[in-house]
């Protein structure tokens, strides 16, 4: 029964890893930067009750799941970059795309930090302003 769950567990865990181009150290990367902006989040949310996510600050089930939600079409961006490198023939779609989704997630961290009371270097919180600034400016 074990074996039989880890080799099935392990299949699909390669098929996933295929489908979104390989696992290399930029997808890894992602997956860590995502969990961390997840779970700074819900540090945030649990023990500071700081979240701008919800009316109370506290941890809210909707907020979590909305979170999930769009790292799962993160990664369902960086499939889709992945295919287009496999179709055009590139090599970089899928890793721009990477590039972008981890910056974003970094700039979470960083406000989740902020939101922590941690003091920040004043580069870093110059920089996610100017981020910011030019995000929304694009909007």
């Not at 074996?3 to 098929?15: D, F, I, P, V």
């Not at 003091?119 to 995000?135: C, F, G, H, M, N």
Request: hydrophobic share 55%.
């Amino acid at each position: 029964m074990k074996a039989t769950l880890c080799t099935s567990l392990g299949l699909l865990g390669g098929a996933i890893c295929a489908a979104l181009g390989g696992w290399d150290q930029a997808l890894a990367a992602l997956l860590i930067f995502m969990a961390g902006d997840y779970v700074s989040g819900l540090v945030v949310a649990g023990v500071f009750h700081a979240s701008p996510k919800s009316e109370s600050g506290a941890l809210e089930s909707r907020a979590g799941w909305k979170g999930l939600a769009r790292k799962g079409m993160t990664l369902l961006i960086v499939l889709i970059g992945a295919r287009l490198d496999a179709l055009l023939g590139l090599c970089y779609i899928r890793d721009a795309v990477i590039i972008a989704f981890i910056v974003n997630e970094l700039l979470s961290i960083l406000e989740n930090a902020g939101l922590m009371g941690i003091p920040l270097p004043e580069i870093l919180t110059e920089a996610v302003e100017l981020l910011k600034d030019k995000s929304e400016a694009e909007r």
